[in-house]
């Protein structure tokens, strides 16, 4: 299994910054990508940004230029993997729950997402 947790939300003004952090514990060299989604009230969750096992990284054009998603290897361990999104120029419309989200393969023909619980960014204008 694979355990995610998210930390770092807040209620900034437009234009500011700030840094949300995932850590992801448990059978994480099954890991294959670490994603952020965001759900808005109203709205459906949406993928935000990515990253994947080997470095690749893609992001919604909504937020392209913006927010930046990073892996910190210096802290990662074999139990243990840290993922943040760095996300600058922030906009009111960046206001939603944001979610960690692992996925990884529990064997070689699947693949299963892990979820975190959220955690709320409120953007003022």
């Known amino acids: 299994q694979v355990r995610v947790v998210e930390s770092g939300g807040g209620l900034v003004q437009a234009g500011g910054s700030l840094r949300l952090s995932c850590a992801a514990s448990?059978?994480?060299?099954?890991?294959?990508?670490m994603n952020w989604y965001r759900q808005a009230p109203g709205k459906q969750r949406e993928l935000v940004a990515a990253?994947?096992?080997?470095?690749?990284?893609?992001?919604?054009?909504?937020v392209k230029g913006r927010f930046t998603i990073s892996r910190d290897n210096a802290k990662n361990t074999e139990s243990l993997q840290t993922v943040y999104l760095q996300m600058n120029s922030l906009k009111p419309e960046d206001t939603g729950v944001y979610y960690c989200?692992?996925?990884?393969?529990?064997?070689?023909?699947?693949?299963?997402?892990?979820w975190g619980q959220g955690t709320q960014v409120t953007v003022s204008s």
């Open positions: 989200n692992a996925a990884w393969k529990p064997s070689v023909e699947a693949e299963v997402g892990s």
């Open positions: 448990g059978r994480i060299f099954n890991i294959v990508a």
């Open positions: 990253i994947r096992s080997g470095g690749s990284t893609n992001y919604a054009v909504s």
